[in-house]
């Protein structure tokens, strides 16, 4: 059996970290398009072979036997278990972010109305205001929308202004996409942000677009280390599909909020599936109020939590509420308008968001690699 799995291929897969190859194992349809980039068939043809001479043999039962096969991802896992016992690469496959398309079908959602007031000085005064606790909050009579609630903010003139969905998703594609967050933290270059969006503490870094100022430049967020062209195909797929996931999840649920997106989209001639956007991801990150200076209309973002986090409110002053975030949860808001994150106490846990936006860089970044392809 071993003759399938080719010397090439598992060295490949050994060499990814534990994290990617989970991701990976877990996604049945990649792991067979890898297979097909390394000349490994779909089917493992000596298994049928031997299942139609085993048949013929006893001749009974010849029409369902002749029929049956082995997939090749069957026949790997076959595989491991017998030739990689005790192995990390087996732990992997064992262990692996399990993802089937029922685990990314929409479902009904009842989002109640949530009004709110727009307060200019609220606003004003917490630009690069630090919320260190909830109490700063209830001073300033700002209101809490609580971990159960899954609203729809909306103005006095009943203009939509964010919104947030509490258990977004299936704990599958919770943990899938919770995975995918932390590797892309972990391989990518972490963001320096200017003193307007000073953060007491955390990591953020991006995928996609963005002009980089390097010794080689790039039209995208470098990665941290060289990668062969395989391992960075499985890079750029992991970071792409979650900007792609939030970018459908907003466009089903929350339609306003990609309007914006493919506007830009649509004035640029860009493809259909074209990423527009990055994706930002944080570990544990806090910020101060700021605004941002993004081509989009709204920002979508994700929380995944691994362990118990507390505190760690998203303040939204100008219209006097903020959200109570929490692992599994979607949320959108108007980067222009103050925002920010308040401290958070990850003594048991860590918090994780990927938020989709279209900054003003990586417009630029996009319009550019245009220009320069034409």
């Known amino acids: 059996m071993s003759e399938l799995f080719t010397t090439q291929f598992l060295n490949f897969v050994e060499q990814l970290p534990n994290e990617r190859r989970r991701i990976l194992f877990g996604d049945a349809e990649r792991l067979k398009q890898l297979f097909a980039d390394y000349g490994i068939p779909p089917t493992d043809v000596r298994y049928s072979i031997f299942n139609k001479f085993f048949c013929i043999q006893l ?15 069957r026949s790997f896992s076959s595989f491991l278990r017998k030739d990689y016992k005790g192995s990390n690469l087996l732990d992997s496959y064992e262990n692996k972010y399990k993802l089937a398309p029922a685990d ?6 009842n989002l109640k109305d949530f009004r709110v007031f727009y307060n200019e000085q609220l606003e004003n005064d917490y630009v690069k205001k630090l919320v260190t606790s909830k109490s700063d909050l209830d001073g300033d009579g700002i209101r809490i929308i609580g971990e159960n609630e899954s609203v729809v903010l909306k103005d006095e003139d009943d203009r939509i202004v964010g919104a947030v969905i509490r258990q977004a998703t299936s704990q599958n594609a919770t943990k899938h996409f919770g995975a995918k967050i932390k590797v892309t933290i972990e391989s990518h270059y972490p963001l320096k942000r200017g003193p307007e969006y000073a953060s007491a503490a955390g990591i953020m870094a991006g995928h996609g677009p963005r002009a980089n100022i390097t010794p080689i430049p790039t039209d995208s967020y470098s990665y941290n280390k060289h990668l062969d062209p395989h391992t960075q195909r499985i890079f750029d797929t992991d970071g792409n599909t979650l900007a792609k996931w939030l970018f459908e999840y907003g466009k089903h649920y929350l339609p306003y909020t990609t309007v914006s997106y493919e506007e830009f989209r649509d004035n640029l001639n860009l493809e259909e599936d074209d990423i527009i956007g990055a994706v930002f991801c944080t570990k544990n990150y806090e910020a101060v109020g700021h605004r941002d200076k993004d081509r989009s209309e709204w920002a979508i973002g994700f929380v995944y939590e691994d362990g118990p986090v507390n505190d760690g409110y998203f303040f939204y002053p100008g219209y006097g509420v903020a959200i109570k975030l929490t692992s599994n949860s979607i949320w959108c808001w108007l980067p222009q308008a103050v925002h920010g994150t308040s401290k958070l106490d990850t003594e048991l846990g860590n918090r994780y968001t990927a938020v989709l936006t279209l900054s003003e860089k990586t417009a630029t970044a996009i319009e550019n690699r245009l220009k320069k392809n034409n």
Do not use: E, G, H, V
Request: aromatic share 34%; hydrophobic share 50%; proline share 0%.
């Open 104 to 109: 990314l079908a929409f479902k009904n959602r």
């Open 59 to 73: 001749k009974i039962y010849i029409n369902f036997y002749f029929l049956y096969f082995k997939s090749s991802i």
